[in-house]
């Protein structure tokens, strides 16, 4: 398959202390939030208000691209993935060049604007990437070494690595950790098929929440209150370019598996753009905070105008061809509520439009998604929570769209 995680003793002492912490909290909700978004390759910074737009400029040679990774707990501090160039050349496929790239990890500090690198002892191999912020101590990584991918749980610097799974049995990610920190969910590319399962942190303890053959179970999200888990169901073999999907919802000790939607009514492969500019990657359902469920819903009939290529080597990690007439229809933000199935819509537009990677602001006030119709690339918009008061915050750098928004954490 082609593809397819941040008392004072006195009595005046502690009056002051309080009166402190009152005042810099509610400076805190005083201030806009804020998302990170990429646009033509960077990573950039924006407010809700649509003001403090700037660019993330990283002094660093030979990086080509860089992503911003989990926040630690202090929401300030985030880490970053950065990969080299390409070591062999274009035209060989996807999975012989991809994991044979060197990257590397970095801790950024957005508020002294400092860089440093991590995980640089005890290397296991040239490509990590972050997989999952277990505490501000430890990080799972994955390792790629001979083309065989597995997790590791290591220290920040790299040292005491421990294998969170076993070398050869699939490639885990889509990696969530549970609201309490004690249980991770993460989908496993295996001869099996895409399966869903979770573990201990240290990955004992293992339970299947969802697993067949048939059947392409795709990334993790745990509930509010972790009773549940989420993730997409994918008909991959009538779809091979993962187009489509449906949402499902598990218990995480493997109880009962859910299927909230059907007729394959997420849009999942999202894909956009033309051939001058074009770009694209998995589309994730989001919890609310009170526990409902925001995706990208298709409206009946769609179709979109990168058709998937299943007969040729993957050599870009798209391979899909431009047919803007084929295309139709388009996608609108939608809320599900997992206990009854209620469906509500908050994005309309006519004609159709393309919304998609929805996900709602910590306070829960504000609703960012993006935007975009056929052949062109996204916006990043924000709306209320109710579907009220659609705004464009920026097309990106030089308009050349605004993709993969994700809400930083509140001052």
């Not at 009166?19 to 990429?38: I, K, W, Y």
């Not at 609108?332 to 994005?347: F, K, S, V, Y």
């Not at 119709?373 to 109710?386: K, R």
């Not at 009220?388 to 809400?407: K, Q, S």
Request: charged content about 20%.
């Amino acid at each position: 398959m082609h593809r397819r995680s941040f008392l004072a003793s006195a009595t005046l002492g502690s009056i002051a202390a309080l009166s402190g912490c009152v005042h810099t909290n509610e400076r805190a909700r005083s201030l806009p939030s804020r998302l990170f978004f990429t646009s033509a390759g960077k990573t950039c910074l924006i407010h809700a208000d649509g003001l403090g737009f700037h660019t993330l400029e990283f002094n660093v040679p030979n990086q080509a691209t860089w992503q911003p990774g989990p926040f630690l707990s202090d929401g300030r501090r985030v880490i970053f993935l950065s990969m080299e160039p390409r070591r062999d050349g274009p035209g060989r496929p996807f999975e012989e060049y991809y994991t044979q790239t060197p990257t590397h990890l970095w801790l950024y500090d957005l508020d002294k604007d400092s860089l440093t690198e991590i995980a640089t002892r005890d290397r296991l191999a040239v490509f990590y990437t972050p997989a999952l912020l277990v505490s501000d101590e430890r990080i799972l990584v994955q390792v790629v070494r001979n083309k065989v991918g597995q997790i590791f749980s290591m220290n920040f610097d790299g040292t005491d690595a421990r294998e969170f799974t076993r070398p050869g049995e699939g490639l885990p990610y889509g990696l969530s950790l549970s609201p309490d920190g004690r249980r991770v969910a993460f989908h496993l590319a295996s001869p099996r098929g895409y399966e869903i399962w979770t573990c201990d942190v240290d990955g004992a303890n293992r339970v299947r929440v969802a697993g067949h053959p048939d059947h392409l179970y795709f990334g993790t999200s745990w509930s509010p209150d972790g009773s549940w888990v989420l993730y997409q169901d994918c008909l991959f073999k009538s779809d091979p370019g993962h187009d489509w999907s449906d949402i499902c919802i598990g218990r995480p000790d493997g109880s009962e598996h859910r299927v909230l939607t059907s007729g394959q009514a997420q849009w999942f492969g999202a894909t956009y753009g033309n051939p001058q500019q074009r770009g694209g990657g998995s589309n994730m359902p989001a919890w609310t905070r009170d526990g409902q469920i925001l995706f990208s819903c298709k409206i009946p009939g769609s179709k979109v105008a990168w058709e998937f290529q299943p007969q040729r080597p993957d050599t870009d990690h798209f391979n899909r061809d431009w047919k803007p007439e084929l295309a139709r229809g388009g996608s609108e933000i939608c809320r599900l509520n997992p206990a009854d199935g209620a469906l509500t819509r908050l994005t309309h537009h006519e004609p159709p439009l393309w919304d998609f990677r929805s996900s709602e602001s910590t306070r829960g006030k504000q609703i960012a998604f993006c935007r975009c119709a056929t052949g062109e690339s996204p916006g990043l918009w924000v709306m209320n929570a109710n579907g009220g008061g659609p705004r464009l915050l920026t097309r990106g750098i030089d308009g050349r769209g605004a993709d993969h928004p994700r809400w930083l954490p509140d001052a």
